[in-house]
């Protein structure tokens, strides 16, 4: 069993901070991409950014200079540091891994939420 268990969400205001945290736990063999997702109230989820066990990244337009992925292969963790956030940042943030166990699949987490104030 592979569980991904999301961290460090909260309330802040508007122009504050927040690093959101992912575990995978399990009988892991390798993790390949790590991607943050999220959903706003009566939105769809949509991709806000993701990172190749190379380090490579890429980010939503919409969060292209405020937020920063990175991971730690070691620790089968990936961070999401949000800076400036915006009251339209609001949202569960959900994490996903494409993980090795028997074969290769993506999991998801149970989420996270994010609130920011005006």
């Known amino acids: 069993q592979v569980q991904l268990v999301e961290s460090g969400g909260g309330l802040v205001h508007a122009g504050g901070s927040l690093r959101l945290s992912c575990t995978a736990s399990?009988?892991?063999?390798?993790?390949?991409?790590m991607t943050w997702y999220r959903q706003a109230p009566g939105k769809q989820r949509e991709l806000v950014a993701h990172i190749t066990s190379g380090g490579s990244t890429e980010n939503a337009d919409s969060v292209k200079g405020r937020f920063t992925i990175s991971r730690d292969n070691a620790k089968n963790t990936v961070y999401l540091q949000m800076n400036s956030l915006k009251p339209e940042d609001t949202a569960v943030y959900y994490c996903?891994?494409?993980?090795?166990?028997?074969?290769?699949?993506?999991?998801w987490g149970k989420g996270t939420l994010v609130t920011v104030s005006s």
């Open positions: 996903n891994a494409y993980i090795l166990v028997n074969l290769w699949q993506y999991y």
């Open positions: 399990g009988n892991i063999r390798s993790i390949q991409t």
